[in-house]
C-alpha cells in the first residue's frame, strides 16, 4: 500500500469493471468483479492504514472527530475523472472494514442495461406503486437511476429522491429533479417520504422500504395520485408480495392485501448472470404489471401461486414475463450459456415447488 495510493487502487478496480471494494484491516485490498471477489494487492492492510482510509472518506470533520465510537456509518464519495461510490464503514474484530458500491458518473440507459421496453412504459404512469426488487448486487439501483433517466429526458415532471446515500446524480433535464439524502438533507426515510407529500411532487423514488411505516406511507403517496417507485432486497416477485404483506400489522393484513392490490403498479425482480464471451453481468428480469387479474390474486391468499401463470401467458400482450423466459431467451441469442440457463431454471423450479400450496 505504502507504493499504492489508495486513489491509484481504486482506479484500477474500477477500470477492471470492479462493482465493489473491500479494504479491510488485516487482509488484502479486494474488489468484486463479475461477481467474484478478487484480490487486487499482495500486501495486508494494518488497522492503522485502514482507519486512515476510512476517515479520507468520511464526509465532515464532526465525523472524522467520533469515527473511533462508530459501529456503522455511511456515505457517498467521489473521485474526479473515476466514479463515484456508496461508502459503508464498519467496525469488525474491533478494527475498521470499508465496503464500497461503485456508482458510474454516466447513468445508464433502459437500453444500455438491456432492459424490457415496459419498463420505459411504466414511467408514464402518472400514479401506482413500482417496486424494483433483487438481492443485494443485483443492480437494483441502475435500473432505478435508468427508469428515472428516461422519465427526466422525456416527461416534465417533479421527481423527489430520498436516498440513503445519494448515488447516481440526476441533472435538471425535462423534469425537475430533487435529491435528499438521509442523515444529510433529512432526517429520517419515513420523515422525508412524509414531507415529500407536502412538496408537489410528480414522483417519489424511496431508495429502500425494509419497514411497516415506509410501505404504508409509500402506498398512501400512490394512492393519492402520484408515481412511486421503490427497492426491495426480495428475490423474485413471488416473495415480494409476501414481504410487503408481511410488514402490515397482522390485524391490518386482510385490507392491506387490497390497498397494496390496487396501489400496485408493477414489480421488477432482476438477478445478474455472466455473459457467455467473459465481459462481464446481464440482467435477467421477469416483470409483474398488475392489472385485473393480478389484482384479484393479490387480494385472495388462496390464488396468489396463480400470478406465475399469468406472467407466463401475459408475454407480449401485456408486458410481462417471467424470469424462466427471460433466461431461455438470452441463452437462445447467445448471450449467456446453457448451463447458465440451466442452472437458473432449477433455482426457479425449484422455488416453484416450495410455493405450491402456500398462502401468505
Known sequence: ???????RIIKAAVERGASDLHIKAGDLFRARIDGRLVPLTKQRLTPEQTRAIALKLMTTDEDRARLDGLKDYDCSWGMPGVGRFR????????????????IPFAIPTLEQLGLPESLAQLT??????ILVTGVSGSGKTSTIAAMLHHMNQT????????ENPIEFLHRDLS???????????TESVGSALRAAMRQDPDVIVVGDVRDQDTIDTAMKAAETGHL??????????HATIGQVLAMLPLEEREIGRVRFSEALLAIVSQ??????????????VEVLIANAAVRDCIKDPARVVEIRNLMTEGRGKSGMQTFQQHVEELAAAGVISAETARA?????????????????
Do not use: C, Y
Open 1 to 7: 500500500m505504502a507504493s499504492a495510493p489508495i486513489e
Open 87 to 102: 461508502v459503508n464503514i464498519l467496525k469488525q474484530r474491533s478494527s475498521f472494514m470499508i465496503v464500497m458500491r461503485v
Open 124 to 129: 408514464e404512469h402518472k400514479s401506482g406503486l
Open 155 to 162: 416527461q416534465q415532471r417533479h421527481v423527489v429522491t430520498i
Open 175 to 185: 423534469s425537475s429533479m430533487t435529491q435528499r439524502e438521509v442523515g444529510v438533507d
Open 228 to 237: 412511486v417507485l421503490s427497492a426491495i432486497p426480495t428475490p423474485d416477485v
Open 271 to 284: 438477478q445478474l448472470l455472466p455473459r457467455v464471451d467473459g465481459t462481464g453481468r446481464v440482467a435477467a
Open 344 to 360: 437458473v431454471g432449477g433455482q426457479v423450479e425449484r422455488k416453484g415447488k416450495g410455493r405450491k400450496g402456500s398462502q401468505d
